[in-house]
């Protein structure tokens, strides 16, 4: 499946991850459907994926594009990249993230590639182990991110010090 880019007026980059045809069985034979999974963000922090069940494929990605707008995140960036490693998991799909010095760019696979340039990570190395199912992969991705703190905010929230945490 390949992934389409397009930016809309209001600055968001939206992504169509997959596209997936089901089917219900009833006693005069099936009733085709589709699933679309997409993934919007605004490049600077913000990212939201939905899911849209319809009859034909265009309603089906305009659902998904309104459910992802609709459950946007925040991350904390440090930059252009992320702030430490993670490790994160959702049902068999694993995935595992790591800072990446500036120029790397984004080396990940697939769905997690997707998630992340729209959040606007630039440089990182991604890695997903175990099930490669897209929902579970990009649902993995965004607990990892949204897990994501910046040592400021850490500090605030233990009492301390940038400092006094980082030694």
């Not at 494929?57 to 609709?70: F, L, N, S």
Request: hydrophobic share 45%; proline share 2%; aromatic share 6%.
């Amino acid at each position: 499946m390949a992934y389409s880019e397009e930016i809309k007026e209001e600055g968001l980059v939206e992504k169509l991850v997959d596209v997936n045809r089901v089917a219900k069985v009833v006693k005069g034979g099936r009733i085709f459907g589709f699933t679309a999974l997409t993934v919007v963000g605004d490049g600077n922090g913000r990212v939201g994926f939905g899911r849209g069940k319809a009859r034909e494929v265009p309603v089906a990605i305009q659902k998904a594009m309104e459910a992802a707008r609709r459950d946007m995140i925040d991350v904390e960036l440090n930059g252009t990249t992320i702030w430490y490693a993670v490790r994160e998991r959702h049902g068999a799909s694993m995935v595992y993230m790591q800072p990446a010095s500036e120029g790397t760019g984004v080396i990940a696979g697939g769905p997690m590639r997707a998630v992340l340039e729209a959040a606007g990570v630039q440089n990182v190395l991604a890695k997903c182990y175990g099930s490669t199912n897209r929902v579970n992969v990009v649902r993995a991705t965004f607990k990892a991110l949204s897990n994501m703190r910046s040592p400021e905010m850490v500090a605030a929230r233990r009492g301390k010090t940038v400092e006094e945490i980082r030694a």
